[in-house]
């Protein structure tokens, strides 16, 4: 059997070699250190975080407008961009005025507004949790006319507000999507600005 050898021979090399790494409480200090660094750090986080949700709600709001407009003029019309109403899980549009549940486009052959059996979806999209979105004077939908030309409740320019939830058109991360009449899309980095 191997016997160690007693301390005193051991030389300086492999003095060194048995005492190199870290012990296991400053595994722990170092760990404890890390933990309120990040715990002192969270909270900065969260303006960046609600800023980023709504850049990406506002960017797909945008992209789904000019896709519908594009559909719009490729197909002669029919087209409507429609909110998904509150259920599976998302509560955040009761109201017609709410979009925050997402949207849908999809072909509209009878001109009613309402998604009927054999009408074609062209795209669906959810928007990303946390967030309001509000379309005022809102039905609930959004027609397109061959022109390419939106239309929300019979009005032709129309904005969307989009503010993180439990906040308002206040926020610092707010931002209006403003659509004109001829359906120009511009946005604004504030949610109470006038279009």
């Known amino acids: 059997m191997y016997a160690a050898p007693p301390t005193s021979s051991l030389s300086s090399q492999q ?53 519908a407009r594009s559909e719009a003029i490729k197909r002669g019309g029919k087209i409507v961009l429609k909110k998904i109403a509150s259920g599976n ?61 939106l239309a929300s409740a019979g009005s032709s320019s129309f904005n969307f507000r989009l503010f993180p939830q439990g906040s308002n058109a206040t926020n610092s991360a707010a931002a209006t999507l403003c659509v004109a009449a001829g359906g120009m899309i511009r946005r604004l980095n504030t949610g109470d600005g006038t279009c």
């Open 89 to 149: 899980g998302c509560t955040a549009a009761d109201a017609n005025t709410q979009w925050g549940c997402g949207w849908t486009v999809f072909i509209d052959a009878n001109n009613n507004a309402t998604q009927d059996s054999g009408e074609l979806t062209l795209q669906t999209s959810s928007a990303p949790t946390k967030l309001e979105i509000n379309l005022a004077s809102s039905n609930g939908y959004i027609t397109v006319d061959r022109w390419g030309q």
């Open 15 to 67: 003095l060194r070699l048995a005492t190199r790494g870290f012990t296991t409480i400053e595994l722990m200090v170092v760990i404890a250190i890390i933990t309120i660094l990040a715990a002192l750090a969270a909270p900065s986080f969260r303006p960046l975080i609600e800023r980023w949700r709504v850049r990406a709600a506002t960017e797909d709001l945008q992209s789904i407008l000019y896709y």
